[in-house]
């Protein structure tokens, strides 16, 4: 007959010798703490009974679960007869194998089933990255830069998840959201000798892109660039200088148009042959050069 867990109060639960976990993590306890808080405890702990003490259990996996569920109860979130549901060993022999099994086999997670987990929370949900963040005690920063890595392209974010990309990399994809422009540049790269470079693969991506403190960005403008239908790349670390403008072919088109305007005009008001343009802040001596005056002869 399969045994079931048992509901026993946090305040008689205490962590076991036997358990092989001794080290631990702040942040990632922090992280667990954050997300009993939001959804409770929803797997059981394994424990054995403690002699002479009826009722009263000690906990051989799961001891991380009971840590947090006692400061959250310290701090007032839970009640004070908060219940866990406890499997109870017969056997107190089996309490350090038990923990190792329960410790050893734990996997991390893929990063890129972590983004897609994520994205569907919030999707099917109705939540924003905030509620997300809070859920699992973590930065909305972070939660975030996940989502961005969920929307890389399919090559890409399958080469994350089949572990052929470091995370570093595929962070360097996301520098760009264009995801055909991530695409090009990854066919491009993936079999040469910068394929985890990522210096490169964000010099790659940032071709033919400004940011908003190019003189060509301010000459244009951003309202007259977006109403253009130009796109702004936008990131949590990004302002109004440093956000990064992807339709480069775009603002070289409007530059161009509006400088020529400006030509015209100023070749009209001063009377000139001719007002060349230049869309450049340094002008080389090669577009100077055929500037030379000219001496015509005198008609006889």
């Known amino acids: 007959m399969t045994q079931l867990p048992i509901l026993v109060r946090a305040s008689n639960l205490a962590k076991s010798p036997s358990n ?8 990632a306890d922090a992280q667990l703490e ?15 009974p403690v002699s002479r003490k009826k009722g009263h259990y000690r906990i051989i996996a799961g001891g991380r679960r009971l840590d947090a569920v006692h400061r959250l109860i310290e701090k007032g979130v839970f009640d004070a007869d908060y219940q866990l549901a406890v499997l109870v060993l017969g056997n107190a022999k089996d309490a350090i194998e038990t ?16 983004c897609r ?14 509620d997300v963040a809070k859920r699992f005690g973590l930065t909305e920063r972070f939660v975030r830069s996940r989502l961005r890595l969920a929307d890389l392209a399919d090559p890409i974010f399958e080469a994350l998840r089949n572990g052929e990309i470091t995370l570093n990399v595929a962070v360097a994809y ?33 071709e033919d892109t400004y940011v908003g403190s190019d003189p060509k960005a301010l000459l244009v403008g951003r309202d007259a660039y977006i109403e253009a239908g130009g796109r702004v790349d936008l990131d949590l ?19 161009a148009d509006k400088l020529a305007l400006a030509a015209e ?26 500037c030379a005056r000219s001496r015509a002869k005198r008609p006889s």
């Open 20 to 27: 092989v976990r001794t080290v631990s993590d702040a942040v």
């Open 99 to 114: 923990s190792l099994e329960e410790n050893f086999f734990n996997l991390t997670m893929n990063p890129g089933d972590t």
């Open 117 to 130: 987990a994520f994205q569907d929370i919030i999707e099917s949900e109705g939540k924003a990255p905030e």
């Open 237 to 255: 670390f990004s302002d109004s200088t440093t956000e990064r403008w992807i339709d480069g072919h775009l603002l070289n088109r409007l530059v």
């Open 265 to 290: 005009t100023l070749r009209e008001r001063e009377g000139l042959a001719e007002v060349r343009i230049i869309p450049a802040t340094h002008v080389t001596y090669n577009e100077t050069w055929i």
């Open 174 to 206: 996301a520098s760009n959201s264009d995801r055909a422009r991530q695409a090009e540049v990854f066919e491009m790269l993936k079999d040469g000798y910068y394929r985890t470079n990522v210096n490169e693969i964000k010099r790659q991506l940032a």
């Open 34 to 48: 954050a997300n009993i808080a939001a959804k409770a405890v929803r797997q059981n702990l394994i424990g054995v």
